[in-house]
């Protein structure tokens, strides 16, 4: 028996994804950064804070993004003077990121920004639940191999 519309939980998720990226959107366009300008910069705050200087490719595992992609965000970013991209010297094909002075400035104020639009949109479910839930479905499950 088909499901109505409002309990397809595909279509549910999808009004919630919509509604969630929209929230993101309003709360990163004062800090001039796209929702996925803001992923690789956050990612590659992070990994340099870690004492990682990753390549492009180690990048988009991180952030789950798509490596041509990746690489035409990082240009931005690079563009905009928030990161660096600097040949490997162990490997001349690739470029290391590394996040500039300008971009680790904006980066801690960006993910503050993200949580606290986070934090409004999951208000009504308690946080592990959410997180529970999230991790599940963001598994990569058998048989699918694009997850």
């Known amino acids: ?16 994804t ?9 709360a990163l366009a004062p800090l001039e950064l796209t929702h996925v300008q803001f992923v690789l910069l956050a990612c590659t705050w992070w ?21 041509k992609m990746t690489s035409q965000v990082l240009r931005a970013l690079e563009h905009k003077g928030l990161i660096e991209r600097e040949t490997d010297p162990a490997d001349t ?6 996040v500039t002075d300008t971009g680790a400035e904006l980066a801690p104020r960006a993910i ?11 208000e009504p479910v308690p946080v592990d639940d959410a997180v529970d839930l999230l991790r599940r479905l963001a598994r990569q499950h058998p048989g699918n191999a694009d997850a």
């Open 112 to 122: 503050a920004a993200v949580e606290l639009a986070d934090a409004r949109f999951f």
């Open 93 to 98: 094909r690739a470029k290391r990121l590394r």
């Open 1 to 16: 028996m088909p499901l109505r519309p409002e309990d397809s939980p595909g279509l549910l998720l999808w009004h919630a």
């Open 47 to 67: 990994l340099n804070s870690q004492g990682e200087h990753p390549n492009q490719m180690a990048l988009a595992r991180q952030a789950g993004t798509d490596v």
């Open 18 to 26: 919509l509604r969630w990226q929209r929230d993101i959107a309003t």
